[in-house]
């Protein structure tokens, strides 16, 4: 069974276009994060939500958009996309936002031609 | 302001030599450190974490950590490296009071059969 699954894995898609990625974890952590992994590797926080409420919202363009229906759940949809926002986007939850390790997806590539 | 510094790029080590990853780390009050590995295609892992309590911290296969507040470190460790050990390690800190955690830029292991 996997704890924070992100879907889907690759996407490629033209500039300009509007996107969803999605991200479901099962542990009942809760606090989610989304992740940004440029090619350098160097991670940068983007959001996070505790029990549905955003409590970081770092500075990212506001074509980023995140959504959180329910604690399992926090998705992130990207508006006019543009080619700097090729990345691995990586969903994590943890079981609180101060002490407790995060536990990771395994990341979508995303390619913007 | 947190941040955390990961000086090499790479390590390189022969199978069976111990491993060290080096870790600095700089906050206004008390540390929160972990440490995580990824492997190629995938999400980051926990290894370990130092909240309180012993300065030498054990965790997932093999790793060990020792927390140094006068050098402000937080080294990883293995006695004994394996081919499988190569991978991406990333510190992680974060200051007492602040949500954020903040990544070190990551060092390559690689380990010499």
């Known amino acids: 069974d996997t704890a924070v699954s992100q879907t889907p894995k690759y996407l490629v898609t033209q500039m300009g276009n509007d996107k969803s990625i999605k991200c479901e974890q099962n542990?009942?952590?809760?606090?989610m994060y989304w992740y940004k992994q440029d090619s350098k590797k160097f991670l940068k926080i983007m959001f996070s939500y505790n029990n549905k409420e955003l409590i970081i919202n770092e500075t990212v363009p506001n074509r980023f958009s995140p959504k959180s229906p329910d604690k399992a759940h926090l998705n992130l949809h990207i508006n006019s996309l543009e080619l700097g926002d090729s990345a691995v986007y990586f969903c994590?939850?943890?079981?609180?936002?101060?002490?407790?390790?995060?536990?990771f997806g395994n990341g979508t590539r995303l390619t913007v031609t | 302001a947190q941040s955390v510094a990961q000086p090499e790029d790479q390590v390189n080590v022969a199978e069976g030599n111990p491993l060290t990853v080096k870790c600095t780390y700089s906050v206004s009050g008390n540390p929160y450190l972990f440490w995580y590995v990824q492997y190629p295609n995938r999400g980051l892992q926990f290894l370990l974490k130092?909240?309180?309590?012993?300065?030498l911290v054990k965790g997932s296969y093999g790793f060990e950590a020792e927390f140094n507040k006068s050098q402000t470190s937080f080294h990883l460790k293995k006695p004994s490296a394996l081919v499988s050990d190569s991978a991406l390690y990333f510190c992680a800190v974060r200051e007492e009071g602040n949500n954020r955690l903040a990544f070190g830029k990551g060092n390559q292991v690689v380990v010499i059969p």
């Open positions: 542990l009942g952590h809760d606090t």
């Open positions: 130092y909240i309180t309590g012993d300065n």
């Open positions: 994590a939850s943890s079981q609180d936002p101060i002490n407790s390790p995060l536990h």
